[in-house]
């Protein structure tokens, strides 16, 4: 690896400018010197730059801004000889220039400090940078004892000051080139003796490099990128100009929509109701008391609420300072929590007090106890913190960080393969495209109540279109207090819900009711949603004739494909396809083994990249080369064909993942979690159709020649280790041998047939 440093002469004479791989060029710029320069090419930057310029209340600040804006911009169009440079930031907040054709991607990172701009520029690397000026310090002996190693606390108590900013400088070199910003702390690796060594990681090869600045320190970090990295990048600007594409934040629309509908009301649960105007009045409220408790922009925070008011208020809360929620389920447990928050590092754990008899509080202090990363636990009660804090800073109109729609919104949960779900990075502008399409292809308008009858925290009921969608048309939310036939139907009946969404089992369940319950009246209903699972064709037609409403079938992932059918489709038509994609720009491929196309009316599977799909899961390189292709498509796992009306047909799952009741399960998740018994030695999960439940789990075990084990006793082991209740096999079955396929794998083809025979 060959280092460069450049200074200020450099950059006034440089032209043209060359960098390949294995090279970091660093300029090391005191910015006073090039005052008159500065300002003479401030106009160069971005119209979001020009308003933060103007937010510094200091004339120093704001010029240090200036010239790091413009030595990045000048360098990287010497460096790829373009006239204009578009930016975006990826899944983690980092920035990167736009993919040029023709051209190569040139990494970059940017820091300053005092007098001195410090930036690095690689091709094919991660790359962090940071310098600080050595100015006094008097608490550092306190912050290296909170942030640092213990090893490193020590060094720096024995040191003194400098060693704690050439620490401090290399660790955040270190998480910057990560993309990762200070959420997951600095105490997980260490930069002794001029190495990055992170805890439980082997085979490291990180660079760390010094960079000599009188009264500075000053560190490069930087490390080859996989393969895998370097492929395929969602280029947000080729959607810039689609009806209901807006780059802006989550939390600005909740601003616009204040204004715009006012005193209308935005949501009600089973206890109050509250205006847009008061919505937004509240989430700002609570944002300022965010920001007081020290939860950044870029933060991330557990969020495990369930359907009720303050579930909106804390998630525009967060979109407002631009912390990301990562939306756990009510159902979740300690099981599904640990592998999240080792993944992750959340800032910060928002809890009910109590749902449905279970205490959420013991649980999440005992997170916090296990795990360093999380700083704070909000609980959500009427004397609760979240409660508290709205009050508390109700009135105090506070300045947000200024949040670009193409940062992480949100972070929702897919299914894992090891135990630990996948993370599903939405930006706000996909998100809310995602929600406005939705809402279009409804045909919702102000005049429409939806009810979330689903959790709220699933990507169906927020956002297809769900809350999002029906506010940003000025409609009204209804948030079902629980998942049961008698509150959905209660919902409809008096609160006149014009559209819902269902999965099939629970659709059954409410007929059924409504077969032997004559006072429930739903001829409000004018478009019920079904999705989550594969609907039967029976049941379609049962719904088709028997409900005052239009059903339309839904299919959809929260890594982004949604296809629906349209309201002015034939029934015979919506009851045997789930209707076509929702924009414009999806791009849509149904591939075999081999990824060839296949012909109209053949299965296949189910490709898909567009303006809403992400083009990778958040810190899962193994899992992202399984699931997308070099060119961006995301392999949904799902059978699919192209009827003769061009119509989407799908035919169930490929992936092993089982889709009980509309909840998505991997059987080997659970498969480790029984393993973990003291009598069993081997398991193997699979799913068997089931009428109700769309697929049951069963599962097969080799246990103890003297065990006997239950139904009964599996459940009460998955209850005490913390597995949620929708994970719970329905059936068990012993075996003493495995059937085997021509390779020596598990047959589970067999063992789903052998469930079927029981």
């Not at 578009?86 to 990167?96: A, H, T």
């Not at 600080?132 to 490193?152: H, L, V």
């Not at 959420?360 to 106890?369: G, I, Q, S």
Request: glycine residues 8%; charged residues 30%.
């Amino acid at each position: 690896m060959e280092i460069k440093r450049y200074g200020a002469k450099e950059f006034l004479a440089a032209g043209k400018l060359c960098i390949r791989e294995n090279e970091i060029h660093i300029w090391c710029i005191c910015w006073p010197e090039m005052t008159d320069f500065w300002v003479n090419h401030e106009y160069i930057l971005s119209g979001q730059e020009s308003e933060q310029v103007g937010r510094f209340r200091f004339s120093e600040d704001r010029m240090r801004y200036i010239a790091g804006k413009v030595v990045v911009r000048l360098l990287l169009k010497r460096y790829l000889d373009v006239e204009t440079i578009d930016f975006s930031v990826s899944e983690r907040g980092k920035p990167y220039h736009k993919k040029i054709a023709g051209k190569q991607t040139v990494d970059f990172n940017i820091s300053h400090s005092g007098e001195f701009i410090l930036a690095g520029f690689a091709v094919g690397m991660d790359i962090g940078v940071d310098v600080q000026e050595m100015a006094g310090c008097p608490d550092y002996r306190e912050i290296a004892g909170n942030f640092y190693t213990e090893e490193e606390a020590e060094d720096v108590i024995k040191e003194g000051a400098a060693l704690f900013f050439q620490y401090w400088a290399a660790k955040e070199a270190y998480v910057k080139a990560l993309g990762i910003g200070l959420g997951r702390g600095m105490d997980f690796f260490s930069v002794r003796n001029g190495k990055i060594a992170e805890k439980d990681k082997k085979d490291q090869d990180w660079f760390l490099y010094p960079v000599r600045i009188k009264g500075y320190a000053a560190y490069v970090a930087a490390h080859k990128k996989e393969a895998n990295q370097m492929g395929y990048k969602k280029d947000m600007s080729k959607y810039e100009n689609l009806e209901g594409w807006e780059r802006c934040g989550v939390g600005e629309q909740l601003d616009r929509w204040a204004e715009k509908y006012g005193e209308r009301t935005a949501v009600t649960d089973s206890e109050d109701e509250i205006s847009y105007m008061e919505l937004k009045q509240k989430a700002d409220c609570l944002a300022a008391a965010f920001l007081r408790k020290g939860i950044l922009k870029g933060d991330k925070v557990l969020v495990q609420l369930p359907n009720r008011i303050s579930f909106v208020i804390v998630f525009f809360a967060l979109s407002k300072i631009g912390a990301v929620p990562i939306m756990m389920l009510p159902a979740h447990r300690e099981a599904e929590l640990e592998g999240i928050i080792e993944l992750a590092k959340p800032a910060a754990y928002i809890v009910a007090e109590k749902y449905l008899g279970f205490s959420y509080v013991p649980m999440a202090n005992a997170m916090k106890e296990k795990y360093s990363c999380i700083r704070h636990i909000f609980v959500d009660s009427e004397s609760g913190d979240i409660s508290g804090m709205i009050a508390e800073t109700c009135g105090e109109n506070g300045a947000f960080p200024a949040v670009d729609g193409y940062e992480t919104a949100v972070l929702l949960l897919s299914g894992g393969t090891t135990g630990v779900p996948k993370l599903i990075p939405r930006t706000h502008t996909d998100y809310m495209y995602n929600a406005r399409m939705s809402a279009k292809r409804c045909r919702l308008d102000s005049s429409d109540v939806y009810l979330a009858s689903l959790p709220v925290a699933h990507n169906f009921p927020l956002c297809c279109p769900g809350l999002l969608g029906t506010l940003d048309v000025g409609g009204k939310v209804v948030l079902a207090s629980a998942t049961s036939p008698d509150d959905i139907l209660d919902a409809i009946t008096e609160e006149g819900v014009t559209i819902t969404a269902l999965v099939p089992a629970m659709v059954t369940v409410c007929m059924e009711m409504l077969e032997w319950d004559e006072d429930y009246d739903i001829s409000s209903l004018r478009i019920l949603q079904v999705g989550g699972a594969m609907l039967e064709d029976s049941l379609a037609d049962k719904i088709i004739e028997e409900w005052p409403c239009k059903l339309m079938q839904v299919f959809g992932t929260a890594e982004g494909l949604l296809s629906f059918t349209s309201p002015e489709d034939e029934g015979s038509l919506i009851a045997r396809c789930q209707g076509t994609p929702v924009s414009p720009a999806d791009e849509v491929k149904i591939v075999d083994d081999e990824d060839k196309a296949v012909p109209e009316g053949v299965f296949g599977e189910l490709l898909s990249r567009g303006p809403y799909t992400i083009d990778g899961y958040y810190m899962a390189e193994e899992a992202n080369k399984k699931s997308f292709t070099p060119d961006g498509f995301y392999r949904t796992g799902d059978k699919a064909m192209w009827t003769k009306d061009g119509r989407l047909r799908l035919g169930g799952r490929i992936k092993e993942q089982i889709n009980r009741a509309g909840e998505k399960i991997m059987p080997s998740e659970i498969e480790a979690y029984l393993c973990r018994h003291l009598k069993i030695k081997e398991a193997a999960v699979v799913g068997v159709p089931d009428e109700t439940l769309g697929n049951r789990i069963c599962a097969f075990l080799v246990t103890d020649d003297e065990a006997g084990i239950d139904l009964q006793e599996i459940h009460r082991f998955l209850r005490e280790i913390g597995v949620a209740a929708y994970k719970m096999p329905d059936q068990i079955e012993r075996v003493e041998t495995w059937p085997l396929t021509s390779v020596g794998k598990i047959d589970k083809k067999a063992l789903e047939r052998m469930a079927q025979e029981k």
